[in-house]
């Protein structure tokens, strides 16, 4: 709890800061969309842009000046005795429709002119937040919440259309309208008539801008357990096994329902605020509508204005009451939208720790020399994992790393992979650290397969096929028979062809990571790291796929990180990790015959399998 002397998020302070951050992040949300509509390049878009406006311009001329149409008609009829000036009214009638149809018709004419615009910048901002999020470490990956993320990103990218689409069209065009209505109020009637008009929008406008902003925090409230209840949704589907395993279904159902009856209770008070907006718009708009009404009814009645002078104002006032009430929900969903909008681009903010060097050159892969030299490495400043760490494994070498739980085996395949970047030291990889490489190569040059493999919800074939792009059929098989599962797929119904389902559920873990391990293999890369790759499956499957990791790695460079010690008994070297420091090093016979921490490894796991 803050203290008496701290501005909570109620206090005032708080919340004066808040809305601060919040004009500051909108017009930076604007400044941020504001180059996709009048890039560079291409051209087009800024001729689009061009064209939408002069018929945005070109509709609301034709709207200012329909009601003298229909004024002419109105004073025509008025007359009596002379037949031709009613044919002149029912001209005057036709010129009216065909001047409101001119005026919708220009107005889809412009939103088509515009469409291509909208959708080419909605469609850069989508793809940009989604290469910037890949782009983003795995630090921030694993802090954050998957549902909430996505759901920031839905929210963006619709509020990016919306924003595009009103703002251009709604707000600007209701403003330019204004505009020419006060100047034809104050020249052909009077400057009260005006003044009555500009002191009622200015009313209008204060109240709906003051009440959103009101609203604007109940919506922040609504999102926030919008989004939370979204992600609890989603973690509980993707723990289903685990939710299985601990009959916890009325557990989840609970913490799910109460996450909603908090979203329920946000909902209903920004519903009720809602309801009071809109009386409050219409009140003014109907008390501004009556004054004007009733000042151009005295001059009707003393002889100073027409019957069609009177309709005119009339039709006036309700051409601006309807942009006007659609303003209300246009500033409101604007609103919202910059807010949606300011947390994707907070995320497109979001610096990326690991970032190729300005002059980084591709990683030149000579014999797959990877070497470690005095690593030290922590996730958190406080928390050292790796304490000068040196390991060199030669070309077509294979070592081993094993050490127990917490001892730093699988954060050397994250350096390596360079998913963080090393504190001090250097880890290199043909003389080459991979600092001052770019990411793209050295990730083409590493092939891992980890411990749990997860796979997209497509089919077998899409799965391996993703080791390499562009693989034929024939190069999938080959891979998929070098991890010992061809013959599995064939025997299902659909063959390559199976979904395997979201995160690979429909198959079992070995399968699973057979077809890891064939994708890994597909990418045939100059260098493999195995984590653990064989801890999911079940002692005969581990024989056989680690002869096919085996001849796998023959002629490339191999670092295995393995629990099952019995799977690196090959190995032309094992090092022996604990607190994050070599305590021995050496071939699985050299390290027997020490009889030290290795050895002791070794014994307890004997012990453990054979009981």
């Not at 024989?543 to 099952?564: F, K, N, P, S």
Request: hydrophobic fraction near 45%; charged fraction near 25%; charge should be negative.
């Amino acid at each position: 709890m803050p203290s008496d002397t701290t501005a909570g998020p109620g206090t005032p302070g708080a919340e004066n800061s808040i809305e601060q951050d919040e004009r500051l992040s909108g017009l930076r949300t604007i400044r941020r969309v504001a180059p996709y509509l009048w890039p560079k390049d291409p051209a087009w878009v800024r001729q689009r842009v061009i064209g939408a406006m002069a018929l945005l311009i070109f509709s609301k001329l034709i709207s200012v000046a329909t009601p003298f149409f229909y004024k002419g008609a109105v004073d025509a009829l008025a007359e009596e005795g002379v037949p031709m000036l009613a044919l002149g009214a029912v001209g005057l009638t036709v010129a009216y429709g065909m001047a409101r149809l001119m005026t919708v018709g220009f107005q889809q004419l412009r939103d088509a002119v515009f469409a291509r615009v909208g959708q080419r910048a909605l469609r850069m901002l989508a793809l940009e937040t989604f290469n910037h999020i890949h782009a983003l470490s795995m630090r921030y990956h694993i802090t954050r919440k998957t549902g909430g993320l996505s759901r920031i990103i839905e929210r963006g990218v619709k509020g990016v259309d919306f924003l595009l689409r009103f703002l251009l069209f709604s707000i600007g065009p209701l403003v330019l309208e204004l505009l020419m209505v006060g100047v034809i109020l104050a020249v052909v009637f009077d400057f009260y008539y005006l003044l009555v008009v500009a002191v009622t929008i200015g009313l209008y406008v204060w109240f709906t801008f003051a009440v959103t902003e009101w609203r604007v925090k109940l919506r922040r409230e609504m999102n926030d357990q919008d989004t939370d209840a979204n992600q609890k949704a989603i973690d509980s589907l993707l723990n289903f096994e685990t939710v299985k395993y601990f009959g916890a279904e009325k557990r989840e159902a609970e913490r799910y329902d109460s996450a909603m009856a908090k979203y329920e209770v946000a909902a209903i008070k920004t519903s009720y605020s809602l309801s009071f907006l809109n009386f409050g718009q219409s009140l003014l708009i109907t008390c501004g509508l009556v004054g004007v009404m009733i000042m151009a009814a005295l001059g009707v009645q003393n002889g100073t204005l027409t019957v069609g002078d009177f309709v005119m104002v009339n039709a006036y006032m309700v051409q601006i009451t309807v942009p006007l009430n659609f303003l209300g929900t246009v500033y409101r969903e604007i609103r919202q939208a910059l807010v949606d909008m300011g947390e994707m681009f907070n995320l497109l903010e979001q610096p990326a720790e690991v970032v190729d060097a300005p002059d980084a050159n591709e990683l030149q892969v000579d014999g797959g020399r990877v070497e470690l030299d005095g690593v030290h490495f922590g996730y958190n400043a406080d928390r050292a994992i790796l304490r000068g760490v040196s390991i060199t494994a030669e070309p077509g070498e294979m070592v081993a790393i094993v050490g127990s739980t917490g001892s730093g085996k699988s954060t050397i395949g994250r350096l390596l992979f360079r998913f963080y970047d090393v504190g001090r030291g250097a880890l290199r990889i043909d003389g080459q650290d991979v600092r001052e490489v770019t990411q793209e190569s050295l990730h083409r040059a590493i092939g891992v397969v980890p411990q749990d493999t997860v796979l997209f919800n497509d089919t077998i074939r899409y799965n391996i096929a993703y080791g390499r792009d562009g693989a034929t059929q024939q190069e999938i098989e080959e891979a998929a028979r070098s991890a010992q599962i061809h013959d599995f797929i064939l025997s299902l119904p659909d063959g390559y062809e199976t979904t395997v389902g979201e995160r690979g559920l429909k198959l079992s873990g070995g399968e699973k990571q057979r077809v890891g391990i064939a994708r890994t293999l597909l990418k045939d890369p100059p260098i493999l790291l195995l984590d653990e790759a064989t801890s999911a499956l079940d002692s005969e499957t581990e024989a056989e796929i680690q002869d096919a990791l085996m001849h796998a790695g023959r002629g490339r460079t191999v670092l295995t990180i393995a629990h099952r010690l019995s799977t690196i008994s090959e190995a032309d070297r094992i090092i022996v990790l604990e607190k994050g420091e070599i305590v021995e090093q050496g071939t699985h016979e050299a390290l027997l015959e020490r009889d030290g921490r290795y050895a002791q490894l070794w014994r307890r796991q004997q012990s453990e399998e054979e009981v």
